[in-house]
T-cell receptor, first 116, second 111 residues
Framework: GAGVSQTPSNKVTEKGKYVELRCDPISGHTALYWYRQSLGQGPEFLIYFQGTGAADDSGLPNDRFFAVRPEGSVSTLKIQRTERGDSAVYLC??????????????FGEGSRLTVL | GNSVTQMEGPVTLSEEAFLTINCTYTATGYPSLFWYVQYPGEGLQLLLKATKADDKGSNKGFEATYRKETTSFHLEKGSVQVSDSAVYFCASSSNDYKLSFGAGTTVTVRA
């Protein structure tokens, strides 16, 4: 499809395990964003990539969270030693360039992570 | 930093009723303001936006006006349809990559 693709759509894991969430942005979009949406809350910013580099990772909650985008396209959000509080929907978005101030971000459907 | 507070839901309406969802913001400077919508089974998508004071954003019969004096960006629609059932998020941005979202308001429209 032509939209932002996120896999898996659902992931159930046990506390302490390692998890990877993948985002395939719209072709040609240089900007990529990760947000986290906990139950009953709005999405919260995690990290922003412009090309291959993380331009701002200030939203990552702690050093268990890491994200990469090695070729400037697909991105992987990695969570080590998962905790129950990591349970949330992880949203990925992309845009032609940094465009949060125009709102022209295209969001995927999210990956729902449940940590038991 | 920026933050947004929006009316809590859920909101249940009958078709053709008037909908309003309140949203207020706090920010340094003058952020851009947005309403995003998430339909069942779909990703977040931009509904409308306003980038400066007194701007009115509109789309699909929805409207919101950027009010600097009241720091508000309330969403309104005069006659809702069942297809408007969704979760609505107010958001703001002061730079080109970070959005601050409200908690979301679930709207259900009954036929």
């Amino acid at each position: 499809g032509a939209g932002v693709s996120q896999t898996p759509s659902n992931k159930v894991t046990e506390k302490g395990k390692y998890v990877e969430l993948r985002c395939d942005p719209i072709s040609g979009h240089t900007a990529l964003y990760w947000y986290r949406q906990s139950l009953g809350q709005g999405p919260e910013f995690l990290i922003y990539f412009q090309g291959t580099g993380a331009a701002d990772d200030s939203g990552l909650p702690n050093d268990r969270f890491f994200a990469v985008r090695p070729e400037g396209s697909v991105s992987t959000l990695k969570i080590q030693r998962t905790e129950r509080g990591d349970s949330a929907v992880y949203l990925c978005a992309s845009s032609l360039m940094g465009q949060a101030n125009t709102g022209e971000l295209f969001f995927g459907e999210g990956s729902r992570l449940t940590v038991l | 930093g920026n933050s947004v507070t929006q009316m809590e839901g859920p909101v249940t309406l009958s078709e053709e009723a008037f909908l309003t969802i309140n949203c207020t913001y706090t920010a340094t400077g003058y952020p851009s303001l947005f309403w995003y919508v998430q339909y069942p089974g779909e990703g977040l998508q931009l509904l409308l936006k306003a980038t400066k004071a007194d701007d009115k954003g509109s789309n699909k019969g929805f409207e919101a006006t950027y009010r600097k004096e009241t720091t508000s960006f309330h969403l309104e629609k005069g006659s809702v349809q069942v297809s408007d059932s969704a979760v609505y998020f107010c958001a703001s941005s002061s730079n080109d990559y970070k959005l601050s979202f409200g908690a979301g308001t679930t709207v259900t429209v009954r036929a």
